[in-house]
């Protein structure tokens, strides 16, 4: 049912505001997407509080499963900014004062670099830097881990340094067939006959309720356009001959209120 | 830095349409505020695809580690629907169709009661019923085990059921220093002072940028309310001293939109 033969990546959370509820997290649904162009499975999230030890066995457990680890948080110059300390420590390389943050730095803030400030500066040996479009302090690569701020905008910017350095597998694509006004229950059975037929391709069903009515919509996910086009149309068949007709292959979006179950 | 010496829970998220970027989970923000109101402190999230390895061994994880956890997602009709085997198969416990469960899928679909929504009235024995004030089938508690519904609504309105059952620790309480127009840079040291002199609280630097200008909003958490008052007392007079001197206390919100680093 599922198509994670392929290059898988996680993304590390870093920060008590997500875990207090006091802020919604934006950045797991962006790095998700840009993952998914670049043809990189993003297989598991993990969200984590500002705490040394627990930073740390995270990165040891992701980035040994994984192809890529990616990190939000942590970053900035404050005492609770603790990611570059733990990625340090779990690559076994020391921190040291990048000249080349330095610099951004001392142009930043030519008056005010505070020794917190100057903290941003510090990544561990052998780091590629990782561009940051706005200005500030970037971001870094060492081993298999990205490490990325936290401040959503910022860490939109630093995709863009991301995506070359991925080895992707074949991009997944997905196709969506709508079915207005029929539930999940009705369309378990057919569903499940087709995607069992097809083990390369991911099948899942979300329900959508609006003012205007309900439904479901099928995704289906693979990295082969041809058995992923063939499938659609089985489906379709399959979910006719169950005597469900209203159905919409590629529909326009319908803001979909469910996530699952 | 950390008050975390009380009742902990963690959030276990279950669904590809959150990893594929496809939705955007809002279900861990509205549990995150809803366990710091019970006083149980939200230590960590996970979010995983809908694969049975996987699920099972983040729920293995878990559940040994924290007083409780909690799924959000898989308990639909569909193949992907898998929470309540996964949830069964750790608690050792096999599932049974629950009789309440059965009714109330009865008498929502009458005439179209198929095997595949059937299947969302198994439960593992043993199992106490999470109320679904929407109607539809409940979610279950099993061990130190919550099962609730993927969609936001249900989510929330499981909760309701949910509240009474934890037996929580003592309420962390926040309040908020602002610093408006001063970045993180010039706040970290005196910030880290105070922090280091109250361990017992949480103090964290959320940055804002908004067309208005910038700052800083400095979160301090704790379970002790005149520990609490003295120390943003405390922050305030050690801000002042280093020469930073727009100060408001519990201010009206503004729209962060940083999260971290």
């Given at each position: 049912m599922n198509a994670t033969e392929g290059v898988a990546a996680a993304v590390l959370i870093i920060g008590d505001e997500i875990l207090s509820g006091r802020?919604?997290?934006?950045?797991?649904?962006?790095?998700?997407?840009?993952?998914?162009?670049?043809?990189?499975?993003?297989?598991?999230?993990?969200?984590?509080?500002?705490?040394?030890?627990?930073?740390?066995?995270?990165?040891?457990?992701l980035r040994d499963r994984y192809d890529y680890v990616l990190t939000t948080g942590g970053i900035g110059p404050t005492h609770d900014d603790?990611?570059?300390?733990?990625?340090?420590?779990?690559?076994?390389?020391?921190?040291?004062?990048?000249?080349?943050?330095?610099?951004?730095?001392?142009?930043?803030?030519?008056?005010?670099?505070?020794?917190?400030?100057?903290?941003?500066?510090r990544v561990p040996n052998?780091?590629?830097?990782?561009?940051?479009?706005?200005?500030?302090?970037?971001?870094?690569l060492i081993d298999n881990v990205f490490v990325l701020a936290g401040v959503?905008?910022?860490?939109?910017?630093?995709?863009?340094?991301?995506?070359?350095?991925?080895k992707g597998g074949a991009v997944v694509m997905s196709r969506t067939v709508r079915v207005d006004g029929v539930g999940e229950g009705l369309i378990a059975a057919p569903l499940e006959r087709v995607a069992a037929a097809h083990p390369a391709?991911?099948?899942?069903?979300?329900?959508?309720?609006?003012?205007?009515?309900?439904?479901?919509?099928?995704?289906?996910?693979?990295?082969d356009a041809d058995e992923l086009a063939f499938t659609v149309a089985e489906l379709v068949d399959t979910l006719s001959a169950s005597g469900i007709t209203s159905i919409l292959i590629d529909p326009p979006a319908v803001t979909s209120r469910a996530t699952s179950g």
């Amino acid at each position: 049912m599922n198509a994670t033969e392929g290059v898988a990546a996680a993304v590390l959370i870093i920060g008590d505001e997500i875990l207090s509820g006091r802020t919604q997290d934006v950045n797991l649904a962006a790095i998700a997407s840009f993952l998914a162009t670049h043809g990189v499975d993003l297989a598991e999230a993990r969200i984590i509080g500002d705490e040394r030890a627990e930073i740390i066995a995270a990165l040891r457990a992701l980035r040994d499963r994984y192809d890529y680890v990616l990190t939000t948080g942590g970053i900035g110059p404050t005492h609770d900014d603790i990611t570059a300390d733990c990625v340090a420590e779990v690559s076994e390389a020391p921190l040291y004062e990048h000249p080349e943050i330095l610099a951004i730095l001392e142009a930043r803030w030519p008056d005010e670099l505070t020794p917190a400030r100057r903290r941003m500066a510090r990544v561990p040996n052998g780091s590629e830097l990782i561009k940051n479009p706005l200005g500030g302090p970037p971001g870094f690569l060492i081993d298999n881990v990205f490490v990325l701020a936290g401040v959503p905008q910022v860490m939109r910017g630093m995709l863009s340094d991301v995506g070359w350095r991925l080895k992707g597998g074949a991009v997944v694509m997905s196709r969506t067939v709508r079915v207005d006004g029929v539930g999940e229950g009705l369309i378990a059975a057919p569903l499940e006959r087709v995607a069992a037929a097809h083990p390369a391709l991911s099948l899942g069903s979300y329900p959508y309720f609006s003012e205007a009515g309900y439904g479901s919509n099928l995704v289906l996910r693979g990295r082969d356009a041809d058995e992923l086009a063939f499938t659609v149309a089985e489906l379709v068949d399959t979910l006719s001959a169950s005597g469900i007709t209203s159905i919409l292959i590629d529909p326009p979006a319908v803001t979909s209120r469910a996530t699952s179950g």
